[in-house]
């Protein structure tokens, strides 16, 4: 299973220094100095295709009208659904430690990590919310608005119960 640490890297680089304004309109710039190429934009999000080397070169942004939610990255191969967990399960792992040491050297120490099966690093910067999240299948970054990222924060509201 091949991780592309140099280009999650790179992408969490641009991504913290790129002049978000996180409208759909960042969207073309953003994939131009990526050297990503927009493959489709539809009314939920778009599809672009990454220069990464994985075996799903594959991004998707999610929106909602004219502003942009998140970007989510592939950083990492797929794992094939035939191969049992015992064996892709220290490959994702080890990956992501990867990741996480070449994203902290980078980005600084994350704000929040929430360790175990499907663990999460996040680091909130100023222009960019940026996460690595490890699956069972694979491993992938995303890039969200600090807005978004705010509002999914927000506790949810507690209803007192009527008896």
């Not at 220069?51 to 009208?65: D, G, I």
């Not at 015992?86 to 704000?111: K, S, Y």
């Not at 490890?134 to 927000?154: C, F, G, H, R, T």
Request: hydrophobic residues 40%.
């Amino acid at each position: 299973m091949h991780v592309d640490i140099e280009g999650a890297t790179r992408i969490a680089r641009l991504a913290a220094e790129f002049d978000w304004t996180w409208a759909v309109d960042d969207l073309e710039p953003f994939c131009a100095q990526a050297g990503w190429e927009l493959v489709e934009l539809r009314q939920g999000g778009g599809s672009i295709r990454t220069n990464l080397h994985v075996s799903r070169p594959k991004a998707n942004m999610f929106r909602r009208n004219r502003s942009m939610h998140y970007i989510s990255i592939f950083v990492t191969d797929l794992a094939d659904l035939g191969t049992p967990k015992a064996e892709v399960r220290p490959l994702l792992v080890e990956g992501f430690t990867n990741l996480d040491v070449a994203l902290t050297a980078l980005l600084g120490t994350a704000t929040s990590a929430e360790p175990g099966p499907e663990a999460t690093m996040r680091w909130d910067l100023p222009k960019a919310v940026i996460s690595l999240h490890l699956s069972v299948i694979a491993i992938y970054l995303n890039l969200k608005s600090p807005k978004y990222q705010a509002w999914m924060d927000e506790p949810e509201p507690e209803y007192e119960d009527e008896d």
